[in-house]
């Protein structure tokens, strides 16, 4: 999807459940600041579909916090070397768009938190776009510290309870840009080793893919992933 100047925050014509997961995940994402300050804050942020929606909830988090100075929350992109390019250029352009401050780190998400928490000592607290349907996340709650033997962070996840469809709604009704991939039938990001289309989005010509938001079973979201 093609970026947008404008970042719609206006929730009237959301249907009523799906305003509810927002407003609640808005409050835990306040609540986060509340509890750690903005600045020792940040945000991971892989231009996969779940950490777009915990940014654009950022956005409308800030948006009611109506703050006298703007907040330039710190954004950090745990990535390989075999990124899709695709996946690659929008980090950049969100980025840009969401006005966050970029940090990448290559490498695997422990090394890449404790790397984080030696360069950035401040940070405190990571929000994450983590749902309870994803490996070993099921026992999680909107605020688990990290495990022991790991960086001692706070791991806040805002989308917990959000289901693939919900995910799906809110990129719609809010018309939030997202990655291409998305477009071209994939349905979970890894790297370009290990992911393909989602074969269960595979059109009766046998080339081309339907769109990840058409995926009717939530429970096929992985079938991409080697």
């Known amino acids: 999807m093609v970026l947008s100047p404008a970042l719609n925050s206006d929730l009237s014509s959301c249907?009523?459940?799906?305003?509810?997961l927002i407003n609640d995940a808005v409050r835990?994402?306040?609540q986060a600041i509340s509890n750690y300050g903005a600045e020792n804050v940040a945000i991971a942020f892989n231009g996969g579909k779940d950490c777009t929606v915990l940014l654009h909830l950022?956005?409308?988090?800030?948006?009611?916090?109506?703050?006298?100075?703007?907040?330039?929350?710190?954004?950090?992109?745990?990535e390989t070397d075999t990124i899709f390019p695709e996946q690659e250029n929008f980090i950049a352009a969100s980025a840009d768009l969401y006005n966050v401050s970029l940090l990448r780190i290559t490498g695997k998400m422990k090394d890449?938190?404790?790397?984080?928490?030696?360069?950035?000592?401040?940070?405190?607290?990571?929000?994450?776009?983590?749902r309870s349907t994803d490996p070993y996340s099921a026992s999680l709650l909107p605020f688990t510290p990290c495990d022991a033997g790991w960086p001692d962070l706070m791991r806040v996840s805002p989308i917990l309870?959000?289901?693939?469809r919900d995910v799906w709604r809110f990129i719609r009704e809010l018309s939030?840009?997202?990655?291409?991939?998305?477009?071209?039938?994939y349905t979970s990001l890894g790297n370009i080793h290990n992911t393909t289309p989602n074969p269960a989005l595979l059109r009766e010509d046998g080339v081309s893919y339907a769109p990840a938001y058409s995926l009717d079973n939530g429970d096929l979201e992985r079938a991409g992933r080697a």
């Open 176 to 185: 939030v840009p997202y990655c291409s991939l998305y477009d071209a039938g």
């Open 15 to 20: 249907p009523e459940d799906l305003q509810a």
């Open 112 to 130: 890449a938190l404790f790397e984080l928490q030696t360069r950035l000592p401040n940070i405190k607290a990571v929000l994450m776009g983590t």
């Open 161 to 164: 309870e959000w289901s693939y």
């Open 28 to 30: 835990v994402i306040n």
């Open 58 to 78: 950022l956005h409308i988090a800030l948006q009611r916090l109506d703050l006298c100075q703007p907040i330039r929350f710190l954004a950090v992109c745990i």
